[in-house]
């Protein structure tokens, strides 16, 4: 019996040694794991933040029109690209041009009785004159009178009708002056084409150009159309939304990253992007531009209220804005809304957390509302002249 038991022995002594031996080695490799893990840690996985609660946002640029009208034609539908400038809706012009054509013409009245009033004043400035000249007249008769009155040879009633005549003759020139003051106020030191009247009629009449131009409604920018609302035939008003366009060159990345994400995150580090749409053999490239100043709960429709009594902690959400590069968006474009996937090098921290000045070029501008005016100002001017003109007067 001795030797069966101590086979038994023998056989549990190993197996009890070859359990610790794979204990120990289970150990070793747990221990080397970690070392590894935590090196990897150190050396490279603490100075990267990624998260995948990003998606690609970019501008909605919204079409209105400016003034009211009919859609007679729509130049543009969904997905079509469309240069800044570009006529997308036409409106029915008759009102506008009927609302021109009624603005050259009380132009044209206005010239002609602003040409009436300076005639006035003339001819008012030639009574004055006139009236000066019968006052001198009457004076002298007065005088004349007045000195033959002593000798006797004009009576003294004579002598009175005189001097009434003087008087009235004064009160004439007196007259005339008044009148002619006003007509001088009246004109001031304008001529007829600067005349207030004038300009004020000259500017209903570039409006009216004006409103007939804006019957076309042209793109702000360069891109495509996202969402075409407008229908043919449609009565639309100034400020209506009448379809968006997104210019793709401008898409970026809005990625949502943990509170405590962004304790080494600052502006301008260097950004690598994989996007669902492509898979992970397209990465893009960018860089932070920007760390949003509220959380996604706090900007939220309904934001919560801590204050009830039953708050929980919940981990908040920053997010953070980054640009792309332009060619690989020229190259492999995005669509808004589409799911990525972000990583960010906090390798250098030595930036800035918030922009430190004011942007020095507009965000967006747009010169497809520019309009030159040269045409209508000739118009006007054209204008101006025929019904400024002095009629010839006729033959006697």
């Not at 490799?29 to 070392?35: E, W």
């Not at 006139?130 to 007045?146: G, T, V």
């Not at 939220?300 to 801590?306: E, I, M, Y």
């Not at 920053?318 to 809304?337: K, M, N, S, W, Y």
């Amino acid at each position: 019996m001795d030797a069966p038991v101590a086979t038994a022995a023998a056989v549990t002594t190993n197996q009890q040694q070859r359990r610790r031996t794979w204990l120990a080695w289970v150990a070793v490799a747990l221990l080397v794991i970690a070392v590894v893990i935590l090196g990897w840690w150190l050396l490279y996985a603490r100075f990267y933040q990624s998260t995948d609660d990003a998606y690609v946002a970019g501008d909605l640029v919204t079409v209105t029109p400016q003034v009211y009208g009919t859609v007679v034609a729509i130049g543009a539908d969904d997905t079509d690209r469309v240069q800044a400038g570009s006529e997308l809706v036409r409106l029915d012009a008759t009102d506008a041009r009927v609302a021109l054509l009624a603005a050259e013409q009380q132009l044209a009245r206005t010239v002609r009785q602003t040409r009436t009033v300076f005639a006035n004043r003339d001819q008012l400035s030639a009574v004055v004159a006139e009236r000066r000249a019968d006052l001198a007249r009457a004076q002298a008769d007065f005088d004349r009178r007045k000195t033959l009155t002593a000798t006797g040879a004009v009576s003294t009633e004579e002598l009175g009708h005189a001097h009434d005549a003087l008087n009235g003759a004064r009160d004439a020139l007196t007259a005339a002056q008044k009148n002619l003051t006003a007509s001088v106020a009246l004109v001031g030191r304008t001529g007829v084409a600067d005349n207030p009247d004038v300009q004020a009629a000259a500017t209903q009449v570039e409006t009216a150009w004006l409103a007939l131009l804006r019957t076309s409604v042209r793109a702000p920018v360069t891109g495509y159309v996202a969402r075409r609302l407008v229908q043919l035939g449609e009565r639309i008003a100034p400020g209506a939304s009448l379809m968006t366009i997104v210019p793709l060159e401008r898409l970026r990345i809005d990625a949502n990253f943990r509170e405590v994400q962004l304790r080494r995150m600052r502006i301008g580090q260097p950004v690598r992007v994989t996007a669902d749409l492509y898979g992970g053999h397209i990465e893009y490239h960018g860089s932070v531009t920007g760390l949003g100043l509220g959380t996604g709960a706090a900007f939220a429709l309904l934001p919560a209220q801590n204050a009830t009594g039953n708050w929980i902690k919940v981990v908040q959400r920053v997010p953070v804005r980054i640009a792309l590069d332009a060619r690989e968006l020229e190259q492999h474009p995005l669509r808004i809304g589409l799911s990525t996937e972000v990583i960010v090098d906090v390798h250098d921290d030595g930036g800035a957390q918030l922009a430190q000045q004011p942007p020095r070029d507009p965000v967006l501008a747009t010169h497809a509302y520019d309009i030159d005016r040269s045409e209508i100002s000739a118009r006007i001017a054209q204008i101006i002249r025929d019904n400024e003109a002095q009629a010839p007067l006729a033959a006697e």
